[in-house]
């Protein structure tokens, strides 16, 4: 069974078992190379979070996820880093979700730089408004009123969120090269730090 196939195992304690078997101890292992690697990147230290699902009863998961924040507790309150995958592909991104206090500050200080934001963040670079739909828009396709409208989103409606990354085919041979995804998941974490930075 490759690792994406785990989402389409019918049934929630049976696919959280494959999850928990085969998935999340490679989220651990990421989270503990990684978070020295982003601490030093962010200057403050960031702690990984592996998603838990501890809230599911009935419905199993469709993607799985290990996230970075400066939050020991918790990251979801946090603008935050992840990498993660849906059946389709694996993701690696920058995320300020519905939870988040920090949205507006975020919103407003994107806005007001969204001409050199544009121009930092390459035009394949995917963006989501929402954690839980797989996949989203270029920056590219979006364009300036596009991102403006996402961003201007954030700032005035409480369920809004805010994603911006890369996604991964889960047939893109990088994902079978270890050493060359966490090169890649490091290039990615830079790319969008600019992005961390203006939730601030």
């Known amino acids: 069974m490759s690792d994406f196939d785990v989402f ?5 304690e049976d696919r959280m078992a494959a999850l928990i078997e085969r998935i999340r101890p490679k989220l651990h292992q990421l989270g503990e190379e990684l978070s020295p690697v982003l601490s030093e990147l962010c ?37 935050h ?12 991104q920058f995320a300020i979700i519905y939870e988040s206090d ?27 408004g929402n954690h839980m739909v797989p996949g989203g828009d270029k920056q590219g396709d979006l364009g300036r009123d596009g991102l403006a409208a996402l961003l201007g989103r954030l700032r005035t409606v409480k369920a809004s969120e805010a994603l911006c990354g890369i996604i991964v085919d889960r047939n893109d041979p990088l994902l079978g ?24």
Do not use: C
């Open 43 to 79: 200057g403050e230290p960031m702690f990984p979070h592996v998603a838990k699902h501890a809230r599911r009863t009935i419905n199993p998961p469709n993607d799985t996820w290990v996230a970075f924040a400066p939050g020991k507790r918790g990251y979801k309150m946090h603008p």
């Open 177 to 200: 090269d270890g050493r060359a995804f966490i090169a890649k998941t490091v290039e990615t974490f830079k790319t969008v730090l600019p992005l961390y930075r203006m939730a601030f």
């Open 8 to 12: 389409f195992v019918p049934g929630l």
């Open 81 to 92: 880093f992840q990498i993660g995958l849906f059946g389709s592909h694996a993701f690696i």
């Open 102 to 128: 920090n949205k507006s500050v975020f919103a407003g200080n994107a806005i007001r730089q969204l001409d050199e934001l544009m121009k930092h963040i390459p035009s394949h670079y995917i963006w989501s």
